[in-house]
């Protein structure tokens, strides 16, 4: 796409109810072909860059050409995009041939029109008329959100083929082929017509998250209340934050809950499902970090979200100079937490025996800053929708390891995706 060279100024502007201004900024965004929205007030991770960051419209972007990316992403420009699962078919020796009917491309990233960062009470706006967006914004109603009815999701497996696979590859890592995988399975919908922004904002009040994305590329929707991070640089640092380890919430007795936390901290299956990927980890950022600068910063850390305490360690490095955003997602991409150990098997193993392709689940949005530092999410906890054909895919996944118990990883399972089915099947036009 040509490069629109129209200069962009900035400005800043005020006001009292974030919430409202949300609100509006999503409903003036979802005029466009293209906008990401990323959320990230709740989180109490690593420092962010931004409380929330809006990118709407597009003045060039990149998709399918793998080679134009390195030059498009280090363009000094605000860089935003995701990155499917599938684009490990260009970073490594390996090839998915499943159907993706929601059919994200493998990768697209985007310059926008307008960028707009929240801090506090702050609205920074850059577009080529900064005011004139500022105006649309305010003059936005946020009554009418439009027809939808409730969306019942069903499960691509049954209980007993889930059980089988998950029979099935613990072989495997009794024979050797793995130690871990992350074994995902899909629940679905059709001809289903729903208002990702209202969809959205019924999530975010249910299940408030570090990074939550709502993204539109044409017809095809993300909304995800991801809360874990794949990748951040910060001035030069690259920190990766795997979640591995999952307990439910005891929302009604402090003290159960509690002692819940302290029992996913000294589990010994979930201690071992996270330090295994903790080395996968350590292993991929040492191929582009500098020597001996790799460390675990945080090992084993409990973290309480409304449904669920998870088990997240933080792992960084100091990038060596000149390493490309290409060489680190070769180096990285797909996310250990997504795949397992060691890499390469799993993600064989993971064709082999889903029964569907995962497209932009377990793959990641996020952006890039001018100054090269970037942000990307790991998209679990998502909505994904066409709303071309209706399709809806709510893929949902767990850590398989030699001590996994089947039927608990099948609960597991039926947990992550609680909060998005009562949110589907509760959808009013409220």
Not at 82 to 104: A, C, E, Q, R, W
Not at 221 to 231: C, G, H, K, N, Q
Not at 325 to 346: D, Q
Request: charged fraction near 20%; charge should be neutral.
């Amino acid at each position: 796409m040509k490069h629109d060279t129209a200069p962009l100024a900035t400005a800043v502007f005020t006001f009292p109810d974030l919430q409202l201004l949300q609100q509006k900024m999503l409903n003036w965004a979802s005029r466009f072909n293209i906008f990401l929205f990323l959320d990230g007030q709740q989180s109490n991770f690593a420092p962010r860059h931004y409380e929330c960051l809006l990118a709407v419209g597009q003045r060039a972007s990149v998709t399918e050409n793998l080679q134009k990316l390195d030059d498009f992403t280090s363009s000094g420009r605000w860089c935003f995009g995701h990155l499917s699962y599938d684009l490990k078919n260009s970073l490594h020796p390996i090839h998915t041939v499943k159907n993706d009917p929601v059919g994200f491309p493998a990768f697209y990233f985007f310059e926008p029109e307008t960028v707009i960062t929240i801090n506090g009470n702050e609205a920074t706006i850059t577009a080529t008329n900064p005011d004139a967006v500022w105006q649309q914004i305010l003059a936005e109603s946020i009554t009418g959100k439009g027809q939808q009815q409730p969306v019942q999701l069903q499960p691509r497996l049954t209980k007993e083929e889930y059980l089988d696979a998950i029979r099935k590859l613990q072989q495997h890592i009794v024979r050797g082929d793995c130690y871990e995988i992350n074994f995902c399975q899909e629940f679905f919908a059709q001809k289903a017509a729903i208002n990702p922004v209202h969809l959205f904002q019924k999530l975010a009040t249910a299940s408030p998250a570090p990074f939550a994305a709502l993204y539109k590329l044409h017809q095809h929707y993300l909304i995800s209340a991801s809360p874990e991070r794949f990748l951040t640089r910060q001035n030069g640092r690259l920190i990766a934050q795997p979640m591995k380890g999952t307990a439910r919430r005891n929302t009604t007795n402090a003290v159960a809950d509690e002692q819940l936390k302290k029992d996913l901290y000294t589990s010994p299956k979930e201690r071992s499902e996270n330090v295994m990927i903790v080395d996968l980890v350590r292993n991929d950022l040492s191929q582009v970090c500098q020597q001996a600068s790799v460390g675990v910063d945080e090992l084993f850390g409990i973290y309480s979200f409304p449904q669920v305490h998870q088990m997240v360690s933080t792992v960084s490095g100091q990038q060596r100079p000149g390493v490309s955003f290409i060489e680190i997602l070769k180096a990285n991409f797909p996310m250990g937490s997504m795949t397992g150990a060691p890499k390469l098997r799993v993600m064989q193993l993971i064709d082999q025996y889903e029964a569907t392709a995962r497209g932009l689940f377990s793959g990641s949005v996020g952006y890039i800053q001018p100054n090269g530092d970037f942000d990307f999410n790991v998209i679990i906890r998502s909505v994904l929708y066409n709303a071309a054909t209706g399709y809806v895919s709510c893929p949902v996944g767990s850590g398989i390891t030699f001590y996994s118990d089947a039927e608990k990883e099948w609960e597991e399972c039926l947990l992550k995706v609680a909060t998005i089915r009562k949110v589907l099947e509760g959808m009013t036009n409220g």
